[in-house]
Nanobody, 129 residues
Framework: QLQLVESGGGLVQPGESLRLSCTAS????????IGWFRQAPGRGREGVSG??????????NYADSVKGRFIISRDNAKNTVYLQMNSLKPEDTAVYYCAAGPAANWHIPWHAEPKYVYWGQGTQVTVSS
């Protein structure tokens, strides 16, 4: 069964850090473009960060709102993609999802949901004092 599972969410105070993990089963993540998305209460889902497959040298992209604070990376040995989130703000509060897109969708922008065919169930991140 092809599956993505996110973990690492939780409740933190402003300025603190969290690392989210996205682990795949049933397929190899490094052959896919990976995106992290988030959805805050009452808002639509938005792209946070993306990392391209090995075919495109693992190029990374970030939303302006997280640039300089979040870092996306891969550990191919663990079949896992991470999102390191630093200097967290209350406005980062959301459910975070990872998604995997096949190489055939390379031409679709990293922040566009149609690029991705596999989605995780999401993990809650709450930033509050």
């Amino acid at each position: 069964q092809l599956q993505l599972v996110e973990s690492g969410g939780g409740l933190v105070q402003p300025g603190e850090s969290l690392r989210l993990s996205c682990t795949a089963s049933g397929f190899t993540l490094d052959s896919y473009d990976i995106g992290w998305f988030r959805q805050a209460p009452g808002r639509g889902r938005e792209g946070v960060s993306g990392i391209s497959s090995r075919s495109f040298s693992g190029r990374t992209n970030y939303a302006d709102s997280v640039k300089g604070r979040f870092i996306i990376s891969r550990d191919n040995a663990k079949n896992t993609v991470y999102l390191q989130m630093n200097s967290l703000k209350p406005e980062d509060t959301a459910v975070y999802y990872c998604a995997a897109g096949p190489a055939a969708n390379w031409h679709i922008p990293w922040h566009a949901e149609p690029k991705y065919v596999y989605w995780g169930q999401g993990t809650q991140v709450t930033v509050s004092s």
